[in-house]
């Protein structure tokens, strides 16, 4: 069982920054692969990022690749995802994820574990 808290959304500016994190509870975070996915008001959740249990292979969505960066601190359970030159079209409710692999996939329904959600807004 792991348990996630997401933090670090809020209101900016387009072309600014936030960093997301997300801890997570549990002695082997190490043994999961993570993921960041989005939903937009009246949108289904979409994926964002992923990356693999030991953070040696990252995915990204086109729409944010160049962009944003995940990255994870196993010695302190931690993902974060890093996101810059923020764009209206970003606004939207932040989960993260988590799967008992070493894999990371962009597909929402292979994860098992979920946070509550962070809401991030951009402003034009």
């Known amino acids: 069982q792991v348990q996630l808290v997401e933090s670090g959304g809020g209101l900016v500016q387009a072309g600014g920054s936030l960093r997301l994190s997300c801890a997570a509870s549990?002695?082997?975070?190490?043994?999961?692969?993570m993921g960041w996915f989005r939903q937009a008001p009246g949108k289904e959740r979409e994926f964002v990022a992923a990356?693999?249990?030991?953070?040696?292979?990252?995915y990204y969505a086109d729409s944010v690749k160049g962009r944003f960066t995940i990255s994870r601190d196993n010695a302190k359970n931690t993902v974060y995802l890093q996101m810059n030159s923020l764009k209206p079209e970003d606004t939207a409710v932040y989960y993260c994820?988590?799967?008992?692999?070493?894999?990371?996939?962009?597909?929402?329904?292979?994860?098992?574990?979920w946070g509550q959600g962070t809401q991030v807004t951009v402003s034009s």
């Open positions: 994820a988590a799967r008992p692999s070493r894999i990371a996939t962009m597909r929402s329904h292979e994860y098992d574990y």
């Open positions: 549990g002695r082997t975070f190490i043994s999961y692969a």
């Open positions: 990356i693999s249990w030991g953070g040696g292979s990252t």
